[in-house]
């Protein structure tokens, strides 16, 4: 069952209609270059850690909030990271800010988690083997992504030596104006 519920995580964190998630991990770390990896598996695992803990919560239902709410939070926290990037797209000053705001953001995307996650367990009687599976397949799926972005924003900064705050404004932007549209788009309204 180990396996099975990793593969869910994994598969959950790589589908392309779920790209929310993909797009939040491009605007937390388009910024990075492969040297930084260090601070990005800080980064992504302080925002793992976050998701986990809400997760595992809304699945003993001792946290419940409605999916609208959280389907139209989650564009926020896009909006948000891009922003924070826009208006400081050097961010090594404040890389413990970026810690804790990845954290947070997790427990809204863990949220968003929240009901997939419930449907998968059906009656299961424990909820820690599964949960520690599906976010086992859940961090490596967030590890691919990030590999890509950050070869990506690697090979664009320093191969074609394109300047890193312009990089920054041009993938932040695009994170941002994407998540108006989901934000507009949500249920919520």
């Not at 090594?92 to 449907?119: C, E, M």
């Amino acid at each position: 069952m180990f396996t099975v519920n990793l593969n869910l995580g994994l598969e959950h964190i790589l589908d392309l209609n779920g790209y929310d998630h993909i797009l939040f991990l491009v605007a937390l770390c388009a910024i990075y270059t492969y040297r930084e990896w260090r601070d990005v598996l800080v980064l992504v695992t302080a925002f793992t850690i976050g998701h986990s803990i809400t997760l595992a919560l809304s699945a003993l239902n001792l946290v419940v909030f409605s999916s609208e709410v959280i389907e139209f939070l989650i564009p926020v926290t896009i909006f948000l990271t891009a922003l924070r990037h826009i208006i400081t797209p050097d961010q090594t000053s404040s890389r413990r800010s970026s810690y804790a705001l990845a954290l947070v953001f997790g427990w809204i995307h863990g949220l968003g988690f929240s009901n997939y996650f419930k449907a998968l367990l059906g009656r299961e009687e424990s909820v820690v083997g599964p949960l520690f599976a599906f976010n086992i397949g859940v961090e490596a799926g967030q590890l691919v992504i990030v590999a890509v972005i950050m070869v990506l924003s690697s090979i664009v900064i320093d191969g074609l030596r394109f300047p890193r705050r312009d990089w920054s404004l041009v993938i932040s932007g695009a994170a941002a104006g994407i998540s108006l549209i989901l934000a507009v788009e949500a249920k919520f309204w």
